[in-house]
């Protein structure tokens, strides 16, 4: 099926020639094929792309066109700018136009992961880079990037994880529905959910990093591209980390080396145990919703024993850390 005009993302020749960075005798735009995109955007294509060098030889790839949010506009320009962040995609072409900000991005072939597999590690490494370099530079970046504030955290507790569970609970009801309602509306009112977001650093984030949202081009995850940056936003960094990547995991450790290897010296260890224990908290419990919905109420309560775990463990190093202050 044809997009609407209106809707129809631009894909600009002079910006793929700036792309492609070779001489070229001229650049041909072909069919376009509708893709499964983020859930916040309308249209998602696949667009055919033949470029003649002027040699004769003629080289045909793929681009991704998708209409986007201005956050995600935002993040493909900021992420463009970090060093050997091999995992994230490339930015061909942005603009807005009257039907709103849109984006051009390569085509990655291959799959998503299945959503709850474990990351590959470079992708945590490139997200480390990313977390160090806006660490403490988040008020410079552009308002129309939301924040995880309190809020946000009201929102996504109340409003977004509460609205699953109960769309989930008139198809299926379970017990783990009641459960799930309780503990999101103590949390809502929780001061150690709201206490997070004072004491841990924040940068700018992916914001939904899992297993759909990572393009890898075979079954040992090799080339793996973290894609789909609509949910970007500045928040506490261990946000990216945790709901993918166990404290013990390969991917935390990655993250942990390439943090040090840029800043020249460890994470504070304090900072990254509860940072990942207040991050496990929260997007345990601001997903639940969305996982007993999609894949039932044994995945549902599994994270909400998680959730509770890693608040109450955010809770016992927080009052240490009060425990030497006073």
């Given amino acids: 099926m044809t997009a609407p005009p209106n809707l129809t993302v631009p894909v600009r020749e002079v910006a793929l020639a ?7 005798d001229a650049i041909a735009i072909g069919r376009r094929h509708p893709l499964a995109g983020g859930v916040d955007s309308p249209l998602v294509e696949r667009v055919e792309v033949t470029a003649v ?3 004769g030889e003629r080289d045909r790839f793929e681009v991704v066109a998708k209409r986007a949010s ?5 993040a493909l320009h900021e992420i463009a700018t970090v060093p050997a962040a091999d995992a994230f995609p490339e930015l061909i072409d942005a603009g807005t136009d009257g039907s709103g900000p849109w984006v051009v991005t390569p085509f990655y072939p291959g799959s998503t992961l299945p959503w709850d597999a474990e990351v590959p590690e470079v992708v945590f490494a490139s997200l480390a880079r990313l977390h160090h370099r806006y660490l403490g530079r988040s008020s410079r970046l552009p308002v129309d990037l939301p924040r995880v504030d309190e809020s946000f955290c009201r929102h996504a ?3 977004f994880a509460s609205s699953w569970i109960h769309d989930a609970r008139r198809k299926n009801p379970h017990p783990v529905h009641d459960r ?4 999101l509306h103590r949390w809502s009112r ?10 841990l650093p924040a940068a700018l984030l992916h914001g939904d990093v899992y297993g759909h949202n990572v393009v890898v081009v075979d079954d040992e995850g090799t080339r793996p591209r973290l894609i789909d940056w609509g949910s970007a936003r500045v928040g506490p960094i261990m946000l990216d980390v945790a709901l993918s990547a166990e404290a013990s995991s390969g991917g935390f450790s990655a993250y942990l080396r390439a943090w040090e290897e840029v800043a020249g010296c460890p994470l504070d260890p304090w900072q990254a145990e509860a940072g990942h224990a207040w991050a496990t908290a929260f997007s345990n419990a601001m997903f639940v919703g969305a996982v007993a ?3 039932g ?5 599994k994270m909400l024993d998680k959730a509770e775990a890693a608040l109450e463990r955010f809770g016992q190093l927080l009052a240490g850390v009060r425990s030497l202050g006073s």
Avoid: C, K, N, Q
């Fill in 180 to 183: 799930a309602l309780d503990l």
């Fill in 18 to 24: 700036r792309w492609l960075s070779t001489d070229l």
């Fill in 297 to 301: 109420p044994t995945h549902a309560e």
């Fill in 190 to 199: 929780d001061e150690r959910i709201h206490v997070g977001l004072h004491v």
């Fill in 157 to 159: 507790l109340m409003d």
């Fill in 293 to 295: 919905a999609r894949f």
């Fill in 53 to 55: 060098r002027t040699t």
């Fill in 70 to 74: 201005s956050a995600e506009v935002i």
